[in-house]
Structure formats: C-alpha cells, structure tokens
C-alpha cells in the first residue's frame, strides 16, 4: 500500500465503509469496516523487493450485490458483472494502489 489515507478516502467515499482507527503520523495503517467486512489498509508489512503472488484479487468481499451504490459514487468497474463458473456472479474494481477488489455473491440454487 502507498498511502493509507488515500485508500482509506477510496474505501469510504467510493464503497461506503467507515474508518474506525488511523495509526502512526503519518497514517502507516487503517482500519475500515462496513456492516461485517473489516478490512486492514496496512502500509508497514510493505517489502519493496518482494514479488506479489500470482493472484487475481487482492481482496474479494463476499456480499450481496453493491454494484448500483459503488456506480452511483463514481467507481468505474474494472470487470463488469458476470455469472462464473464456481457459482457466483461477481465483478471487479481497483483501489487506488492498483489492487483488484472482487465482489461477488452466490448464484441462487435452483
């Protein structure tokens, strides 16, 4: 993570969670929350010569469909929303560091 306060303004005005703590001066980690999801903006555990995992999400939250409100604030999707072959249908939408967000809901059974 760059910089914890620009992901925590992404987070809270663009997906609607709320900060709960800023630590460090300047801000070096966050934690932000909506309903449920907790989620940790943490610049300290950053090794600059580390290579990301082959990974696809950095982080998939796993809900009921928020893709009108994200729409409604400005974010633009990075992958619209689709029906996928392990049983949900989900999109994608990058923070402001570039990680792909997945968000995604089980495919009703029947």
């Known amino acids: 993570m760059k910089d914890v306060v620009a992901s925590e303004i992404f987070y809270r ?5 709320r900060p709960d703590h800023f630590y460090g001066e300047p801000p070096t980690f966050c ?20 290579t990301p995992l082959n990974q ?3 982080l998939y939250i796993y809900v009921d469909a928020f893709a009108a409100e994200f729409t409604g ?12 072959h392990y049983g949900c249908y989900d999109f994608d939408l990058r923070d402001p560091d570039g990680h792909l967000i997945g968000i995604g809901q089980e495919l009703a059974k029947g």
Not at 13 to 17: A, I, Q, R, S, T
């Open 31 to 50: 934690i932000c929350s909506r309903d449920t999801v907790t989620v940790f903006l943490d610049k300290t555990r950053t090794n600059p010569r580390a």
């Open 73 to 84: 604030r400005g974010v633009t999707f990075d992958r619209e929303i689709e029906d996928q």
């Open 56 to 58: 696809y999400w950095a």
């Open 13 to 17: 005005e663009k997906l609607g969670f």
